[in-house]
T-cell receptor, first 112, second 113 residues
Framework: DAGVTQSPTHLIKTRGQQVTLRCSPK?????VSWYQQALGQGPQFIFQ???????QRGNFPDRFSGHQFPNYSSELNVNALLLGDSALYLC???????????FGQGTRLTVV | GQNIDQPTEMTATEGAIVQINCTYQ??????LFWYQQHAGEAPTFLSY????GLEEKGRFSSFLSRSKGYSYLLLKELQMKDSASYLC??????????????FGQGTELSVKP
């Protein structure tokens, strides 16, 4: 049973560019949440998708957008990258009616 | 507002017991998680408390007091592999049942021989 998988594991981008990160949830899960974790900090909630709709959003600018596909997988898109966007991006999957979330290994994004 | 506090760093000796505290003030409460995160890896689930009291699972136990906005994670018989960051996270209220996790900054635990 595959857990939560994210791709790519590492990425280097230049300021101003756009990036797309991908997440496949744990088998049987229908809800995907994205988090940003800066070095030495706890993860911060970006947004959550269920039934292909954004259900909740954290305090992140519109440069951060996402999508969920019919197979429950999800993408996180960040436009006009800033140096401050450098972080570990974590995807978590769960069942909508449950609270327990499982995390992927994350994508380490470096903006130069 | 939303605020979750936990100590930044703790050091303990192999074989000992350590308690990591977490206090929270959130606009809603729908349970509290503890996760373990080794450097460069994903957070892994340790415990979930939604009712007051102590939940024990092997060497790890977690306690919750909702009236005090307080939780702790107790690690017994510490092993070197327990050196990691421990994240306290509160499940906030969502529009429906799917709540978001509000994390503290994490407590970096170092276990010494």
């Amino acid at each position: 049973d595959a857990g939560v998988t994210q791709s790519p594991t590492h990425l280097i981008k230049t300021r101003g560019q756009q990036v797309t990160l991908r997440c496949s949830p744990k088998s049987g899960h229908d809800t995907v949440s994205w988090y940003q974790q800066a070095l030495g900090q706890g993860p911060q909630f970006i947004f959550q998708y269920y039934e292909e709709e954004e259900r909740q959003r954290g305090n992140f600018p519109d440069r951060f957008s996402g999508h969920q596909f019919p197979n429950y997988s999800s993408e996180l898109n960040v436009n006009a990258l800033l140096l401050g966007d450098s972080a570990l991006y974590l995807c978590a999957s769960s069942l909508w009616e449950e609270k327990k979330a499982f995390f992927g290994q994350g994508t380490r994004l470096t903006v130069v | 507002g939303q605020n979750i506090d936990q100590p930044t760093e703790m050091t303990a000796t192999e074989g000992a017991i350590v308690q990591i505290n977490c206090t929270y003030q959130t606009s809603g409460f729908n349970g509290l998680f503890w996760y373990q995160q080794h450097a460069g890896e994903a957070p892994t689930f340790l415990s979930y408390n939604v009712l007051d009291g102590l939940e024990e699972k092997g060497r790890f136990s977690s306690f919750l007091s909702r009236s005090k906005g307080y939780s702790y994670l107790l690690l017994k018989e510490l092993q070197m592999k327990d050196s990691a960051s421990y994240l306290c996270a509160v499940v906030g209220w969502g529009l429906d049942q799917g709540g978001k996790l509000i994390f503290g900054q994490g407590t970096e635990l170092s276990v010494k021989p």
